[in-house]
Nanobody
Framework: QVHVVESGGGLVQPGGSLRLSCAAS????????MGWYRQAPGKQRELVAA???????HYADPVKGRFTISEDNAKNTVYLQMNSLKPEDTAVYYC????????????WGQGTQVTVSS
């Protein structure tokens, strides 16, 4: 079975930091692209950062320079380090595993809440 589980969300003050973790099972990072998405109330889900075996391949403009996506193969875990957090970063953050080979497949986590507020 393939699944991902997010953790690390919480309440943080503006300017603070959080590190989100995505524990992946049954997923080979060599053929999956890993991504962090977020969805704020009333807004569409958006891609925040993406990572492949070649390294980071995408950061959304609003988080560029503040967020870092990384993988730890030994722990089968993907991380999202979030620094200099802003209130507009408040959202539910989702981990996603995506592949096109051998077949198209998306695996989603349950999400973890991040709230940035004074």
């Amino acid at each position: 079975q393939v699944h991902v589980v997010e953790s690390g969300g919480g309440l943080v003050q503006p300017g603070g930091s959080l590190r989100l973790s995505c524990a992946a099972s049954g997923i080979a990072f060599s053929i999956y692209a890993m991504g962090w998405y977020r969805q704020a109330p009333g807004k569409q889900r958006e891609l925040v950062a993406a990572f492949t075996s070649a390294g980071p391949i995408h950061y959304a403009d609003p988080v560029k320079g503040r967020f870092t996506i990384s993988e730890d193969n030994a722990k089968n875990t993907v991380y999202l380090q979030m620094n200099s957090l802003k209130p507009e970063d408040t959202a539910v953050y989702y981990c996603n595993a995506h592949r096109t080979i051998p077949t198209m497949l998306d695996v989603w986590g349950q999400g973890t809440q991040v709230t940035v507020s004074s």
